[in-house]
């Protein structure tokens, strides 16, 4: 990669622009450099370019200098320009990025190479969403090239995007979950009747015929669908192994509320835990229609919910956090169904959509958008110095 990812002091990662085209005054300190990574070669790309657009926006205007690299859907990364769209991006904008001004294509690690040389390092802020984003990929890129980094670790982010290792875990610990069961798609590809002779097993063990079905690991219920009956259950395993290699099952709860806490904080023990906020889907289910489409589902972060009922679900969420080694923030989804209450799943990478609840859980404790986004840099750069690292010599080895 050759310093044509530039447009910027590649010291510094700068913009130019920063300073306004003129001489900057000796007093005014440099911007704070960070580098939003968003789009990726998932099937969630579209809803990261728009948090991804939204938080270099709101960084931007923070008074961060802000560069706003993108990954096309074959992996190759490119320097986006700011002017290359104007407020939210609609679908496609970047699906050829030179025409928008684009620098680019790197691969990954000449992409790396350039942000870790740089005098002064920026913080990358992940705002990938999906397999290679959200799933400890990128996250190990960035450990091997020494780069600071927002969100969740390379473990806890695996572990988040693995619906059936997750769910394992938080069991584990004690933590509520429904009724579910993993199915494998080479077991699946071996006996079908065998997967729905199991299917229906577990369909009689809890009483309820129909069951949920999605891919183990993606997220934006995308590849997830509803089976209402026993003949609509090899349907609904064939579209999840379009996405993954795995999929769970899980008991179906009629039309339960939609329950979402913000957890934030890199410090176990004094964690900011904020909501529930709650949603109202406007289709059978909170699919990716009705997560991304304006005007589908609505949002409330004052729903009404019992005060000893929102204690137990941020404390549920808490430990959710905790178990799974998370740190800088992440969303807990819990289902409510009756007097019981479900831990769905943690997103290590919420959305940042003007739809997307933890953004605006979060805003309300922390001050608006920008701030919240600020605050994530800060958990980065707090975690980053506080590593141990220690450049070993061959004395150090035991030999």
């Known amino acids: 990669m050759s310093e044509g990812m530039t447009g910027r002091d590649s010291a510094s990662g700068v913009p130019p622009s920063a300073s306004g085209g003129g001489p900057a005054h000796e007093a005014d300190p440099a911007p704070r450099p960070v580098t939003v990574l968003f789009g990726g070669p998932s099937a969630e790309h579209d809803v990261s370019v728009v948090s991804g657009w939204a938080i270099a926006d709101a960084l931007e205007a923070g008074g961060f200098g802000v560069e706003r690299l993108f990954i096309d859907l074959f992996g190759s990364w490119w320097r986006l320009p700011a002017s290359a769209a104007s407020g939210r991006p609609h679908p496609g904008i970047f699906d050829s990025p030179a025409a928008v001004g684009a620098d680019g294509p790197w691969t990954p690690a000449e992409a790396l190479a350039i942000l870790a040389g740089r005098a002064e390092r920026p913080v990358v802020f992940v705002a990938l969403h999906g397999p290679f984003g959200e799933d400890g990929t990128v996250q190990a890129l960035l450990e091997a090239y020494g780069l600071a980094y927002t969100g969740a670790g390379v473990a806890a982010s695996a572990v988040g995007m693995d619906k059936a290792i997750f769910k394992r875990l938080v069991e584990g610990v004690g933590l509520p979950v429904v009724e579910w069961v993993e199915v494998r798609a080479a077991d699946w590809a071996r006996d079908r009747a065998r997967g729905l002779a199991g299917l229906e097993a577990f369909a009689s063990k809890i009483g309820e015929a129909r069951l949920i079905v999605k891919p183990s690991r993606l997220g934006s219920s995308v590849g997830m669908t509803i089976a209402h009956a026993a003949g609509e259950r090899a349907a609904a395993l064939a579209t999840a192994f379009e996405f993954d ?144 690292r220690r450049s070993l010599t061959t004395s150090d080895l035991p030999r």
């Open 245 to 388: 290699t795995a999929a769970v099952v899980e008991r179906y709860l009629d039309h339960p509320r939609e329950l979402e806490v913000a957890v934030i904080g890199n410090d176990l023990t004094g964690l900011l835990a904020l909501g529930p906020g709650e949603v109202f889907p406007g289709r059978e289910f909170y699919d990716y229609v009705a997560k991304y489409t304006d005007g589908v589902s609505r949002t409330t972060v004052e729903p009404e919910v019992d005060a000893a009922v929102g204690e137990r679900i941020r404390e549920v969420a808490r430990a959710a956090y905790v178990a799974i080694g998370c740190e800088g923030f992440a969303r807990v989804d819990f289902l409510a169904s009756g007097q019981h209450v479900y831990l769905s799943e943690i997103n290590t990478i919420p959305g940042f959509t003007p739809i997307s609840l933890f953004p605006q859980l979060a805003a309300a404790s922390l001050g608006g958008f920008g701030a919240v986004c600020a605050y994530i840099v800060e958990l980065a750069r707090e975690r980053h110095a506080g590593r141990v």
